[in-house]
């Protein structure tokens, strides 16, 4: 049996998103990330001075930059580790509403971001008719809770992939899962 695709979604593709796609691919899962968001948008020096990108703008460009503009307050709050990790991953922050690929299962670290999932399915020209199980899994978007998060969604990918028919299991799946963690989450399919 071929192994399940992955995605898995935040507004920038930087920090939730990354966290997960990192340590699923340390798993060995087939995984891709990218996020839902208008532009690629990181904090600045100011909550209203915020750092904002086009997606497509490499790790590297955005890590170099920040280094260039405050080394120290980068460094402070974790943005340049971070870029460093996401560097390693991926070349750039891709936006889901640009590909035409097709995933199993979707999951996304809020609310907004599980809505734009499937608006993006729902309004595709093209179908092929494939059912893809969207999972919210709600993670607060700060380093530490994105490292709970993607362990949270490590623990769930594992399920899935080891059930031997998800659609017929995934209510149940969801049900343990949901005991077992505590988890705030939502779930729905819908068709590529």
Known sequence: MPRLRFAVLCASNQNRSMEAHNVLKEHGFDIRSFGTGTAVRLPGPSIDKPNIYSFGTPYNDIFNELLRKDKHLYTQNGLLAMLDRNRKIKRAPE??????????????????????????????KQHCNKPAHIINIEIIDNHEQAAVGGKLILQLAQKIEQSTDLDQEIDELLEDYISQTGANVLHTVTYF
């Open 95 to 124: 936006r889901f509403q640009e590909t035409q690929e097709t995933f199993d299962v979707v999951f996304t670290c809020e609310e907004r971001c599980f809505d734009a999932a499937c608006d993006t399915i729902l309004n595709r």
